[in-house]
DNA sequence: GGATATTGCCTATAGGTTGTAGGTCCCGTA
DNA sequence: TACGGGACCTACAACCTATAGGCAATATCC
């Protein structure tokens, strides 16, 4: 039989196609197997578990992300910052359902992997506060509104808890992002 | 062999306790029926599927926190009523992680009965609109802002996004309420 | 009160998924 | 050419989902 050319990153990156396609709930061990033609034992050599393959698909995901986010951030400050960081992980929700809704689910005993990701996105989202007269003192909590916002969005957007009324979800994001860049600029030291 | 006494109902207030006590990835027919004392097969006379048992969660968790909202909402409005509202949110979902998991989860081809207990949350939110100045074409607007952030705080706290970096979530809670209703205070028709 | 229908929960069974153990064959290297 | 390791395999045990069909307790009717 010929080899198929297995790796960690070749059975992350089919899982993570797979997520997209069928949603995460599918996403087995035999699956990924089924589809790179290879028996679900084979796959235990490059992946520990069936969790270790979600948390991969996380990382890949995360990672991804924050790469996106970068690019899009160049060169940009203020709201346009704002609006380029919420709309790229927008967007990446949009493209990547599975790998999103992945990235969305971080198990208590995180890897060392996720945790470092993770801070790539903290940085990210104080990169974007620096455009914002937010007093440094306070400037998680900044950070933690414009992650709500942007996180509970989205979420309810692909999860189809806005698809049920009118207008689209879409004409309610610029105001949502204009509201919360509003938020920002007034944003005063706590008394 | 006795009775045990089950039903739609009872299955499904044991499967949330499950869901709440060993996560809801945990939550499955068969460990549903271990803990009913019951076999398996004996639980699908009151249960389509798995996919109907999460679903069927998902209701039961939806409406007791409608319930619990508004109970919560009694007698106040304005910035005591958004308070009330997002506070009622997140101890819910601290107190039961798996039944809020669960809401989370909207299927696509939801039941009529989510559909119709989602209303009852859409129906609380523009309740809790009614006592700041913003323009009735906005209201959906603002009534996914408010879903968004809500939404996106306890989902990050409970999922221990927030876990790594201090202060504690805790302390950045009333200062996102705090910009939120700012930001629906000093919400402005759009040009 | 006894016959009958209904209901509640059962066993048996088939099929899919996880994960381990151990084997074989290819391939690079000495 | 012999060897060693890695890539992928089969075999297997355990668990979960789901259907089919059976028996017995309960409700209903005469």
Redesign the interface.
């Known amino acids: 039989m010929s080899r198929v050319g297995l790796s960690r990153s070749v059975v992350l990156d089919t899982a993570a196609r797979l997520a997209d396609r069928d949603g995460l709930g599918a996403l087995t061990v035999s699956a990924v197997a089924r589809e790179l033609g290879v028996r679900a034992p084979s796959l235990y050599s490059h992946v520990q578990n069936a969790e270790d393959l979600r948390a991969g698909v996380s990382a890949v995901a995360l990672t991804e992300l924050a790469d996106r986010v970068d690019r899009a951030l160049a060169g940009l400050a203020g709201r346009d910052a704002l609006g380029a960081l919420a709309d790229t992980h927008r967007r990446y929700a949009r493209e990547h359902p599975g790998r999103y809704a992945a990235a969305?689910?971080?198990?208590?005993a995180?890897s060392h992997d996720l945790?470092q990701v993770?801070r790539r996105h903290?940085e990210q989202l104080l990169a974007v506060l620096r455009g914002y007269a937010v007093p440094p003192e306070?400037r998680?909590?900044a950070v933690?509104?414009v992650?709500?916002?942007?996180?509970?969005?989205v979420?309810?957007e692909v999860?189809?808890?806005?698809a049920?009324?009118?207008?689209p979800?879409a004409?309610?994001w610029p105001?949502?992002l204009e509201?919360?860049d509003?938020?920002l600029r007034?944003?005063e030291a706590?008394p």
Do not use: Q
């Open positions: 969305g689910v971080l198990d208590p995180s945790v993770g903290a306070d998680v909590h933690r509104l992650a709500s916002v942007v996180r509970g969005f979420d309810l999860g189809g808890a806005l049920g009324s009118e207008p979800a004409e309610s105001r949502v509201r919360l509003h938020a007034t944003w706590h």
